[in-house]
Nanobody
Framework: QLQLVESGGGLVRPGGSLRLSCAFS????????MSWYRQAPGKERELVAQ????????KYADSVRGRFTISRDNAKRTTDLQMNSLKPEDTAVYYC???????????WGEGTRVTVSS
C-alpha cells in the first residue's frame, strides 16, 4: 500500500520560513505528479503548489507565488515545499498529494500543521 508521510510543520512567526517534506513510498516515483494542498479552519482544501512528474513544470496558487517553492528529489522519492515570508493567513494543515500519470489514481498524506503567529 502506497504511503505519503509529511514532516516539517510547526509554529513560526510572521515573516519566518519553514520547509515541509513529503516522503512517498512508490517505487516508480517519477510516474507521479506531486502537489501540496492546504486547508485552513472553516475553509475548503486548496491547491498550494504542484510539480510535474518530470519536475520541469511547476504551478502555484496566486497567494503563495514568489514566496513558496516546490521541488522534488527523485532519488530520495521526496517532495519539499520551501515556505518563506510566511503570513498568518498561511496557517493551515498542509497535505501532500500524489497523482499517477495517465491515471485517476491518487494518494493523500495525513497532513502536517503549520501555524504562523506572533
Amino acid at each position: 500500500q502506497l504511503q505519503l508521510v509529511e514532516s516539517g510543520g510547526g509554529l513560526v512567526r510572521p515573516g519566518g520560513s519553514l520547509r515541509l517534506s513529503c516522503a512517498f513510498s512508490a517505487f516508480t516515483f517519477t510516474n507521479y505528479a506531486m502537489s501540496w494542498y492546504r486547508q485552513a479552519p472553516g475553509k475548503e482544501r486548496e491547491l498550494v503548489a504542484q510539480i510535474s512528474s518530470s519536475g520541469d513544470v511547476t504551478k502555484y496558487a496566486d497567494s503563495v507565488r514568489g514566496r513558496f517553492t516546490i521541488s522534488r528529489d527523485n532519488a530520495k522519492r521526496t517532495t519539499d515545499l520551501q515556505m518563506n515570508s510566511l503570513k498568518p493567513e498561511d496557517t493551515a494543515v498542509y497535505y501532500c498529494h500524489a497523482k499517477r500519470r495517465f491515471s485517476s489514481s491518487d494518494w493523500w498524506g495525513e497532513g502536517t500543521r503549520v501555524t504562523v503567529s506572533s
